[in-house]
């Protein structure tokens, strides 16, 4: 980085939360510079949101995240109305759907990144693309970057925000989580659900281990011939084990008692085979009979009750968000700074903190990256 007098930031990642992080370095007086290993930053969030980008929820709580405690500082001064503020600063209008998940008014992923770069260029932000960092260390009381090409170049501050996979933090001594993918579909004992795949159905899932109930959430699922897809699956994923249980409640606004009356009156009305035509899609009709043939009562508790068994992730390589990377104990949770590395700065899915599907990441991203800039120039 070239020797400007500023405070030299440099910025490891050039995604949501490191393009978040510049902005706000530079608007501190910081010399910044991207370092990006693709040939151009965001590609990963045009993808974000089906390319629709839903860059964040209008109720985000700490509870979202696997670790509260830890986000809870950040998320308390860069709330949802807090980040829209941001965003409308850039330029960026907003629509909130029935759902709370809230995107760019043009329905595009691109307009969130083209603010994001517009205000880069306008601060001076410096974009190194198809420049990998291999390793980050200390050299004469500066940092240290190691590129892939075997170049390199010092700084004063450093945040890395290369996301889900990195282990540049690992070479410093800095703990380590495991990486797994969540917010994934599950695979499943299909054979309940044979014949099924496309098919979507509401209703309200149960996640339960050893007979006992983890969580419940309301919402559409998906039937795959693998298992089960959806938003609800995919917030699942972030606590589903192998041998776990899926327990769909199918009709959740009828008591067991109930149903069993009705369906009972039903079958003298129209028969075995038409009982479910008018109630479900008739491919999941057919297999809820298939599991229970003849017996009303069977019948009401398995659609009250529909179990499937979590066989693992599926679809991994395509899960929107990678849990594990650098611990956040090693963290200050009000700056996001190394405690055993002064100057260092790890940010969004770089640390071991993942949310709830529908914007929360993002949402995370883009708030500890602003963290982050700020810190690495104020404090």
């Avoid at 330029?91 to 691109?110: I, K, M």
């Avoid at 795949?197 to 559409?220: D, F, K, P, Q, W």
């Avoid at 693998?226 to 249980?245: K, T």
Wanted: a neutral charge.
């Amino acid at each position: 980085m070239k020797s400007t007098g500023k405070l030299r930031v440099a910025v490891v990642g050039g995604g949501a939360g490191g393009l978040a992080a510049a902005i706000a370095a530079a608007e501190g007086g910081a010399s910044v510079k991207i370092c990006e290993r693709a040939n151009r930053v965001g590609k990963k969030l045009l993808k974000t949101g089906n390319g629709r980008c839903n860059l964040t929820h209008q109720d985000v709580r700490a509870e979202d995240y696997n670790c509260p405690d830890f986000v809870a500082p950040v998320l308390e001064r860069m709330d949802t109305a807090a980040l829209l503020d941001f965003f409308r600063g850039l330029g960026l209008w907003t629509v909130t759907d029935a759902e709370g998940r809230v995107y760019p008014r043009s329905d595009t992923a691109a307009s969130v990144l083209d603010v994001l770069r517009l205000r880069c260029g306008k601060l001076g932000v410096e974009e190194c693309c198809s420049c990998e960092v291999a390793g980050i260390g200390r050299r004469r009381g500066a940092w240290l970057l190691r590129f892939a090409d075997g170049g390199s170049a010092e700084a004063d501050r450093v945040i890395v925000a290369s996301g889900g996979g990195t282990r540049l933090t690992a070479a410093l001594g800095i703990p380590q989580r495991p990486f797994a993918p969540v917010l994934c579909p599950l695979k499943t004992d299909v054979r309940p659900i044979r014949g099924l795949s496309g098919l979507r159905a509401r209703c309200v899932v149960t996640l339960e281990r050893e007979g006992r109930a983890l969580c419940a959430e309301a919402g559409e699922v998906l039937f795959r011939d693998y298992g089960l897809s959806g938003i609800v699956i995919l917030n699942m994923s972030r606590l589903a084990r192998a041998g776990d249980v899926l327990a769909l409640d199918l009709l959740p606004e009828w008591e067991e008692a109930a149903l069993s009356a009705a369906l009972r009156s039903r079958r003298q009305d129209c028969g075995e085979q038409e009982l479910l035509t008018g109630v479900f899609h008739r491919r999941l009709g057919e297999a809820l009979l298939r599991l229970a043939p003849g017996d009303t009562d069977a019948l009401a508790r398995y659609i009250k009750r529909f179990p499937l068994t979590v066989e693992g992730a599926a679809d991994a390589a395509n899960a929107q968000v990678t849990r594990g990377g650098a611990a956040v104990e090693s963290f200050d949770p009000a700056t996001l700074q190394c405690r055993d590395w002064e100057g260092l700065y790890v940010i969004g899915e770089a640390l071991d903190v993942d949310g709830r599907c529908g914007g929360y990441n993002l949402h995370w991203a883009f708030a500890s990256g602003l963290a982050a800039g700020r810190s690495a120039v104020y404090d």
